[in-house]
């Protein structure tokens, strides 16, 4: 890993301290690659890396997908497959930010396939990754503010006396109604300037932070019983319930809560058009934002496991918290300390608010992509997703975002088994996007790719196949049934919804696409 100086073919720059101040490399190397600056360079380093590390936000992940976790494999497998998913995350991180430094625009991904895949291919190449990311986006944000609707609904049940004490379940109407209160918010708040949004960004990424450390600690030690290190390093649970014997098919599914948790780090390339210096500090955001995530991640699933007795009830649906099983955790151990589930609804409130933060970084990342591919005209309407306003925010592309969330969320209403699949892009979608861009630098640009100031020398090419190949590898893993017998309620839908946008993307390419779309334009003036 090497820093060093910018690629020649264009202005010549100057290094500068990573938090600006004299001449901005990252603005210069935006006018190199085509593109005049539009949004307003405002965001720090810090800035870049909050908007990243709220985005992965462990405790949006992990408390939504513990469920996952204790069903497939338990303590072993969310202890020890965190470091896996994360080690194989972090090689995708590493080559990600190896190519942002070089190519440090809005349009991250996609442009970074049409200039890695060639002349030939680069239209072709930019628009399966484009669309790839955007939807994968779109899905990240409909499954995160689903999610917090959902544990809104489990505060509330709780807070009313729980499933056992005559509480108040809302319907999925109310859930859906929930969800979209959440994302108008959203969208308001993103609607505001980026020296707000930067705010934002920052309190979200401490309070994660904060959020962590106080969980990890006040739940084990409230808690009147707690597990042994033992449990949390060494039980396996096989008891999933769902007729799957073999302990490293059960393994590979719990797996998914981790994978699921660590995506969404690209907003720090979607940012660098408001990042100063960005070809230094986009690389910085997105490499920070997975190893601090790995490392405070970690410790949430150690706290909130040492206070794990009893799996099969935390899951039973007959429990408090309907099912919810990080729920129950909270709220079993500070009523068994102290007669009431009271300090429980508190700790889910300070997760709840993490979501919340998380759900609107993600539309702030959401809507820079749909701006960057609008630009290049790629979308429907494009001129109107890449208007700025005065405040210089892509006004219409953040209302465009929240509006795709919503539509998304509806299916939930007849089957949430629909609803799943379609989310199941937030993970696998996204991942292939990631992917796509890095096969590109290690096979078609290997010999011509000029790095920028962040680079990983001779190891690129190595650890860019990894990342590959960890991408591919998930792919399939998560594609497998993930209950037996297979029927129509219990079918992995996660290879038809992502079959199915493959599918759409590559007609649409062939049908239309390919005689207007020709790639990244350029939007200098002459």
Request: charged residues 10%.
């Amino acid at each position: 890993m090497t820093w060093n100086k910018p690629p020649a073919g264009g202005a010549a720059v100057t290094a500068v301290d990573v938090d600006g101040g004299g001449d901005d490399t990252g603005l210069a190397r935006l006018r190199e690659l085509g593109y005049k600056q539009e949004l307003k360079r405002d965001l720090s380093v810090l800035s870049n890396f909050a908007f990243s590390f709220s985005i992965i936000s462990v405790l949006t992940g992990l408390t939504t997908l513990y469920n996952t976790g204790l069903t497939f494999g338990g303590p072993a497998t969310m202890t020890f497959g965190w470091f896996v998913a994360g080690a194989f995350t972090m090689t995708v991180g590493l080559s990600m930010a190896e190519i942002c430094s070089s190519f440090p625009t809005s349009g991250g991904l996609y442009y970074w396939s049409a200039r890695l895949s060639g002349k030939r291919w680069a239209p072709f190449a930019s628009w399966i990754t484009g669309w790839f990311n955007i939807v994968g986006q779109w899905a990240v944000t409909t499954s995160v503010d689903y999610s917090l609707a959902q544990l809104i609904q489990v505060i509330i049940l709780l807070g009313t006396g729980g499933k056992n004490g005559g509480g108040y379940l809302a319907s999925k109407y109310v859930v859906i109604a929930f969800h979209a209160a959440i994302l108008l918010s959203h969208a308001v708040i993103n609607s505001l300037p980026i020296t707000v949004l930067s705010f934002f960004g920052q309190f979200a990424a401490a309070w994660n932070m904060l959020g962590v450390f106080v969980l990890m600690i006040a739940v084990p030690a409230v808690a009147t019983e707690r597990a042994s290190a033992e449990f949390v390093f060494t039980h396996f649970n096989t008891d999933n319930g769902a007729g799957i014997h073999s302990n490293l098919y059960i393994f590979v599914l719990g797996l998914l809560m981790s994978q699921y948790t660590l995506t969404g780090y690209d907003a720090s390339a979607h940012m660098t058009e408001e990042t100063k210096n960005a070809d230094k500090n986009g690389p910085i955001g997105i490499i920070s934002a997975i190893g601090i995530s790995i490392v405070v991640g970690w410790g949430y699933i150690l706290g909130i496991t040492f206070a794990v007795k009893d799996i099969p009830y935390l899951l039973s649906p007959d429990n408090d918290a309907g099912g919810y099983a990080i729920a129950e955790v909270f709220y079993l151990a500070f009523k068994s300390r102290y007669g009431s589930g009271a300090g429980g609804i508190i700790c889910l409130g300070i997760v709840a608010v993490a979501i919340y933060f998380c759900g609107m970084s993600s539309v702030t990342s959401n809507s820079r992509m749909a701006y960057a591919f609008s630009r290049d005209g790629a979308m429907p309407f494009s001129p109107v997703w890449h208007k700025v306003n005065k405040q210089e925010v892509p006004i219409n592309a953040v209302w465009l975002s929240v509006s795709v969330a919503l539509c998304m969320a509806l299916p939930s209403l007849g089957s949430l088994v629909a609803f799943q699949a379609m989310v199941s892009i937030a993970t696998i979608g996204l991942y292939i996007s990631y992917a796509l861009p890095i096969l590109f630098r290690v096979t078609l640009a290997r010999k011509h790719f000029s790095p920028g100031p962040f680079n990983l020398g001779r190891y690129g090419a190595l650890v860019g196949w990894f990342a590959v190949l960890w991408v591919a590898t998930i792919t399939v893993l998560f594609s497998l049934p993930v209950t037996y017998p297979v029927t129509k309620d219990t079918l992995n839908y996660t290879p038809v919804a992502v079959g199915g946008l493959f599918f759409l993307v590559l007609s649409s390419w062939v049908l239309s696409a390919r005689h207007w779309f020709k790639g990244p334009v350029t939007n200098l003036d002459g």
